[in-house]
């Protein structure tokens, strides 16, 4: 988490003291600033636009014109972004520059003109405007918090009305002691990585080889591999091709039984076998036992971690659905049995690894 408020803490305090001398200010002392960083970011790196739209250039959207900035006004852009608590939507901002011309003179920064931005002269903290200017050009600091670890002892609590009981062993505490790992200020810079449908179609061919007949690795991937059909999205249309390039944020679009799902349970056993880490996220924890029961067959240490699950019985159940349903033979389907168990919380016992 970034610090989003030092900057602006003496200012905020300055201006309350000043509320005696020049009236009220109309907004919050956070409001206030905040709008006037937006503001800043406008006037000097996008002149000329009109500043109710400043909530749209702040959403993250990649306009084409937005690309043609230069680096430095990218770069404020992006630490805009970091330096507020909260990146306003079109009605926040619309209501925050309605309460902005209402402020009082000689508290603003900068005035309106119908849509037209215009910096003033002021006798209030002029200086600020430089903070802000430094603010758009430097990124904020990362929040250290020390962490916070319950003493060992059993605790009882209550969720959703359901009676819950969970022990914290004496030797957890050890653990809680470690210090927190360091968060690099320089930000990590990951090569591109290029993948071919070749070596996916010799990787599919490798996990059916492996996969022992009948289970649920088995799902005949070099056949699910070989019928997908890859499109690049380019500035002129769509581009059939056999290879795509990771590089930061990768989208995967297609139809439902595309080979979607397919494709990025292959190539994560393909990174996996390159030495790379690989996580998967899912919202199913069917899902999440199907692929931790494949990725055992073929050879891969992982674990399931089920963060932020609902407190009754059913998500217990549903997990040890999964866990079963990998063990069921091929071709039988026990599920609406087992989730009339579930319902009835008539569930069997369920082991969780630690």
Not at 107 to 114: A, K, N, R, V
Not at 132 to 153: C, V, Y
Not at 221 to 250: D, K, S
Request: net charge positive; hydrophobic share 40%; glycine share 6%.
């Amino acid at each position: 988490m970034r610090d989003t408020k030092t900057w602006r803490t003496d200012f905020a305090r300055e201006l309350a003291n000043m509320e005696s001398i020049y009236g009220p200010l109309k907004m919050s002392f956070a409001q206030f600033l905040d709008t006037e960083l937006i503001l800043t970011l406008m006037n000097d790196h996008l002149p000329g636009q009109n500043p109710e739209l400043a909530w749209a250039i702040l959403g993250g959207h990649p306009f084409p014109a937005l690309g043609q900035l230069p680096e430095a006004s990218q770069r404020a852009l992006a630490l805009a972004r970091l330096r507020l608590p909260d990146v306003p939507g079109r009605g926040a901002w619309e209501r925050n520059l309605s309460l902005y011309r209402r402020v009082p003179a000689p508290y603003p920064l900068y005035t309106f003109d119908g849509t037209t931005l215009t910096s003033t002269d002021t006798s209030v903290l002029p200086e600020r405007l430089q903070a802000m200017r430094g603010a758009l050009e430097t990124p904020p600091a990362w929040l250290r918090r020390l962490p916070r670890a319950a003493s060992p002892g059993v605790y009882r609590f209550y969720l959703d009305r359901d009676p819950h009981e969970v022990e914290i062993p004496t030797r957890a505490t050890t653990v809680a002691k470690l210090a927190p790992r360091d968060i690099p200020e320089a930000r990590t810079v990951r090569p591109p990585l290029r993948v071919t449908l070749d070596e996916l179609e010799a990787e599919a061919d490798w996990m059916d080889a492996v996969a022992p007949e009948g289970s649920i690795a088995a799902q005949d991937w070099g056949r699910r591999i070989r019928n997908i059909r890859l499109q690049e999205v380019t500035p002129t249309g769509l581009l059939a091709g056999r290879t795509f390039t990771i590089n930061g944020l990768f989208h995967l679009v297609g139809m439902l039984g595309s080979g979607k799902s397919s494709l990025f349970m292959v190539l994560a056993v393909h990174l996996a076998k390159r030495g790379l880490r690989v996580a998967i996220v899912m919202t199913s924890t069917i899902s999440i036992a199907l692929r931790l029961q494949r990725c055992s067959v073929w050879g891969h240490p992982s674990a399931k971690i089920i963060p932020g699950m609902r407190s009754s019985q059913r998500s217990v159940g549903w997990m040890a659905y999964g866990e079963m349903w990998c063990r069921l033979p091929p071709g039988r389907n026990h599920a609406p049995a087992y989730i009339a168990q579930i319902e009835k919380k008539e569930l069997p016992p369920v082991s969780i690894a630690r």
